[in-house]
Each structure stands twice: as structure tokens, then as C-alpha cells.
């Protein structure tokens, strides 16, 4: 393993089967050696930065029907809920006023949400913050909406590819729903010039070894900007009810690996993470990670955002999850910052381009 982790240390490329080996040979010593490795490039890169982004879940409205997703369609027992603009207009303006300098607006895929009137709320998000990064999270759209949005302000789109093992798509999601087309999705948004995040669920049903290597291989040759990875967690009203979550440790150890595959990828930990742990985002940050995405959502809608049991924050007001955030990571040695928090934003940068000037 060590052998094989030192390769990616430093070629951050292997193959099907090497990334196979490796996560079928995760012990804790790998588990300790990854984590070494992927925390020395954050820390080249970043130093002790970690970037937040205020997660708006504005709709929860979905007309999918992924096997493994609370809000989906089937799911009677979800209470619907959409914000109106003004609605997420205040997240924005309170989300500024703690410091926030990217929004990401993340929703199922609810068809009230078409261009009409999601291109005028980017364009106003856009006027009234223009030092703030937009990212959007809505799905799989036309490549002419996502064209639009863009042109209207966005900067980042967050889709996650969920597997990249198109077999295993088919086991979590139904017939209408397909692979080869969220794969295009993605490729058109990095075309069109978004700041372009994947990821992928770990441990979900069906999953396997390989289905994860095909998940690192994809990362690897796509070069994301970002890449959100959690621990699939079972909803009580989904084809998935009672299935096994993923585990804590597989999830560290991706975020380890994914960190030396790509050392500049913006890699969050996430609220599932930290769902299955109560320190799983610092540990994840301790794994490789460097970015939180705090709930900036109103209070009385966040306990209806339930993808999966048990979700954290959906009690607390934004400001308790930004200092609670702050607190954490402070109390492992880490600082979060206020600036848009892209690729570029490093310690390392700054340096270099103080010198320039
Ligand atoms: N457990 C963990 N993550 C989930 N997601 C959806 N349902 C679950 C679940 N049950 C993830 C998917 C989706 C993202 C918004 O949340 O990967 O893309
Ligand atoms: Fe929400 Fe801790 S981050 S309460």
C-alpha cells in the first residue's frame, strides 16, 4: 500500500487496478499514510486556510426519484417547501454579513425553477455581491440553461456524478434517469467555462471496490475544481431504508486519496461526514479536506432539507453554524477564511503573487 500511495504521491495518477488495490487494502496504517501525504500537499498549498460556503438548500421540490434520496418524488412523507427570491435573497445578505463570500444555491430538480426565474435571481445575486462566487446545484438542465446561468453571473456548478461505474448508476437510480447523460452534463459545464464539482456517495448499496476505482480514475482524468464525497446514510422512506451507511473510515480515506490525486482540489466535509461522527468534519479536515459548507438556509425550512436520517444543523440558526464551524476548526489548529475561496486563494499563491507585484 505504501508503495502504491507513494506513486500517487507524486505521479497523482494510477490505474483501474492500482486504485482497486488500494482501497481493498485500507488498513490503518494506510489509512495514517494517506492521510500524512495528503495533509503535507493541503498544507503546501493552503496552509492552515479552510474556505466555507454558505449552502442556501433553497427548494426541496424534486421530479427524481434516485433510490437513495429523501426528497425524492415518491416520498410522500417529505414536506415541500420553495424559498422565494427574496427568501434567498436574505440568506445572501445575512450570509454576507458573517462572511461569506460564496453562495451555493442547491435545490432538487424542481421544474418551478426554470430560466425564467433563475437567470434574473443570478443576475441580481450577481449586482448585489459582486465580490462573492455563485455556485448552483439544480440538477441536470439543458446545456443552453446552463449557458444562461452562466452568462447571468454563476461562476461554480456543483453535480455530483454519483458513480462513475454505470452499472452501479443503474442500481441506485431509476430506468429514466441516465449515466451517459449526467456524465455529459458535466463535461458541458466544465466546457462552458463553470468552476465544475463532481462527487460521490461512499458505501452505497451496490457498491463496490471497483466501482470506487472507476470514481478515482474519473476524478483523475476530469480534473474537477471540486469534489464532494459522503458517507451514503439511509432515509426511512426510501427503497434504501435500513441498508448499512458508509463508513467513517472509507470516507477519510478517499478524501486522503482524492487530496493526492488532485493536491488544489477543493474538497469539502461534509454535513453527511459529519452526520455519521460528531468530530466527522474535523477528522475529514485532518484526512485531507479544506472546505466546510455551513447552512444558511432559514431555520424553518432546514428540517424539511432531509436527504438522509439524523442530518446535523437543522436546528440551528446560521450564525450558530458558522461560529460552531469556526470553533471546530479552530480547535484543531485550522482557520477559516472570508474570501471566495477558489483554486487560487492559497497560501501559496498569495506569496507568489506579492513577489510578483
Ligand atoms: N446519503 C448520503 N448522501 C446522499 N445524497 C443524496 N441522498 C443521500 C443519502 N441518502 C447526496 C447525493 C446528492 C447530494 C446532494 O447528496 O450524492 O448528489
Ligand atoms: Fe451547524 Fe455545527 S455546523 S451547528
Redesign the pocket.
Known sequence: MKELLGKLNTAHALTLSEYEALILGMDEDSRTYAAELAVSHRKRIYGTDIFVRGLIEFTNYCRND?F???IRRSNRNAERYRLTSEEILSCCREGYRLGFRTFVL?GGEDPYCTDDRMVPLVKTIREAYPDCAITL?LGERPRDSYQALFDAGADRYL??H?TADSLHYAKLHPAELSWEHRMQCLRELKEIGYQTGC???VG?PYQTARSLAEDLLFVQKFQPAMC?I??????RD?P?AGRP??TLEMTLYLLSILRLIKPDLLLPATT?LGTIHPRGRELGIEAGANVVMPNLSPTGVRDKYL??DNKICTGEESAQCVGCLETRMKSIGYTIVQNRGDPADSAETETKCSQHV
Open positions: 434516485c437513495y434520496c429523501g442547491q446545484s453535480l455530483r454519483e462527487g460521490f456517495m452505497s464532494g459522503g458517507p451514503f446514510i439511509p432515509h426510501t434504501f451507511a458508509g453527511a436527504l438522509y
